[in-house]
């Protein structure tokens, strides 16, 4: 049985299993994580069986300073410059991996570079003491939503791991933002809560959108974050029995037969529908309904993110092809 440890209390037992190999689910600012020693070639094989991920999927690496990072990946100016301005918080960096920094093959899937990222929070703490980067994917199935709770990694991992830190509720709601520096390029490979303009205001520089090709990053399989039911995007109408998840003031005609209905924010704030975007996908799964339907979500600043995950939502499930 999996144990559910508030995060006052939880270090030690946390630390304890990372020493011995093991995987332990921890809350970060986005979402919760599973994480092992990044450096344990059988921790990190654990994170991969626990969540059923192919292989060829990289994981990121987290560490609690920048020294841990420069050790780790080799920072060109600007990608310096982004951590500068956004860790610790909801950023991803993709740096060419230095070979002698010890991180387990496993982890980057055999490829030249590493993803970093600088979580805020109980993460950082326990990576701070660990003294070592761990690995750490969302803390779900592999392909379903991202928890961000403690009770949804338990239903989704509980029967796969041992502990789950409870941090609470998650304030961003969406994994981090993923960047990879190319020349005086800045490719964007997965929208999140660092937005384009954030970036571009940082830096001087609009990211390009989406990968040079194939599976080049982010849970890149088209269909990702499915729940059980179909979704169906930008919805004008529900009908009798279908679910309905709204944005601001409620539109969706029919919208009283809903068997279900969640509002991702009623004043219309895309940060407050970021942080309920998943906890509501979930709600309204468990509904029983086999279709949820979705409002339109304005697709500016976080509202990319949210979109990008939502198009995920609701692509066919047996997609295996990379996405646009
Ligand atoms: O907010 C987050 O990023 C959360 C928390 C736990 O930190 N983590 C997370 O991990 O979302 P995961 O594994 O679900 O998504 C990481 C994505 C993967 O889809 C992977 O394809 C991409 O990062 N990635 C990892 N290493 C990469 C690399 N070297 N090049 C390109 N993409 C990479
Ligand atoms: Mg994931």
Known sequence: MVEIVGADEAMEQALALLEA????????????????????????????????????????????????????????????????????????????????????????????????????????????????PLAAPSANASGRISPTSAAAVAASLGDRIKLVVDGGATTVG???TILKVEGQAVRLLRPGAVTADDVEAAIGIRPIRGGAGGIQAPGMMASHYAPGAAVRLNAGS???????????????????????????SEAGDLREAASNLFAYLRELDASGAGTIVVEPVPPEGLGEAINDRLGRAAAPRDALSAAP
Not at 240 to 256: D, I, N, S, T, Y
Not at 257 to 263: C, S, Y
Request: aromatic residues 8%.
């Open 238 to 264: 529900v009908e009798k029995g279908e679910a309905l998840l709204a944005f601001g003031p409620v539109r969706a005609q029919g919208w009283r037969d809903a068997a279900a209905i969640r509002n991702l």
């Open 21 to 132: 190999g093991e995987v332990v689910a921890i809350p970060t600012e986005t979402v919760y994580g599973l994480a092992g020693a990044a450096t344990n070639g059988a921790a990190v094989a654990r994170i991969f069986e626990a969540k059923g991920r192919p292989r060829f999927n990289p994981l990121i690496a987290h560490v609690s300073d920048l020294a841990m990072a420069e050790r780790i990946g080799v920072f060109d100016p600007l990608s310096r410059k982004l951590a500068e301005k956004f860790w610790p918080g909801p950023l991803t960096m993709v740096l060419p991996l230095r070979p002698e920094a010890g991180i387990h093959p496993l982890v980057a899937a055999g490829l030249e570079t590493i993803a970093l990222r600088m979580p805020r929070g109980f993460g950082a703490k326990l990576i701070a003491r660990f003294d070592r």
């Open 174 to 176: 969406l994994e981090s």
